[in-house]
């Protein structure tokens, strides 16, 4: 993981460097989901949160969509549902509004992981299966 920071750390530098909007949401975005896998969620989120204050400035739709998806998990894995929902729900939302499949199935089964922790497993399944038939 020290290795996949320091690459999106100086990704993130020179995108700053040379003004790359774009790619200085996606090394914001990387270097969250690197901290989210090591267990730093509140390091993750303020990533998240960076990346998606930026993709709002820049309407950049995607980035936004998957910073929303990435705080929401990174809310799930706190336990803070009511957060992970409200990310979620908001991501979802921007996913279909672009027909951005990829994010939306990232998004559902984010959601299926929602609801399959809180003892919904028919909702969680509903999740699921939309992701699948997204995924064919």
């Given at each position: 993981y020290e290795k996949a920071l320091i690459n999106h750390k100086t990704?993130?530098?020179?995108?700053?460097?040379i003004q790359d909007r774009l790619g200085e949401t996606q090394a914001l975005g990387n270097l969250g989901k690197v901290l989210f896998n090591q267990g730093k969620y509140p390091k993750?989120?303020?990533?998240?949160?960076?990346?998606?204050?930026?993709?709002?400035?820049?309407q950049d739709r995607v980035s936004e969509s998957q910073a929303l998806a990435n705080l929401g998990r990174a809310h799930l894995a706190m336990g803070e549902l009511q957060q992970a929902i409200s990310y979620l729900q908001d991501s979802l939302y921007i996913s279909v509004t672009i027909k951005d499949n990829l994010?939306?199935?990232e998004t559902l089964r984010f959601m299926g992981d929602v609801s399959a922790f809180i003892g919904e497993s028919e909702q969680a399944k509903d999740y699921y299966m939309q992701q699948l038939e997204l995924a064919r």
């Open positions: 990704h993130l530098s020179i995108a700053r460097e993750a989120i303020d990533f998240h949160q960076e990346q998606l204050a930026l993709a709002k400035a820049i994010s939306r199935g």
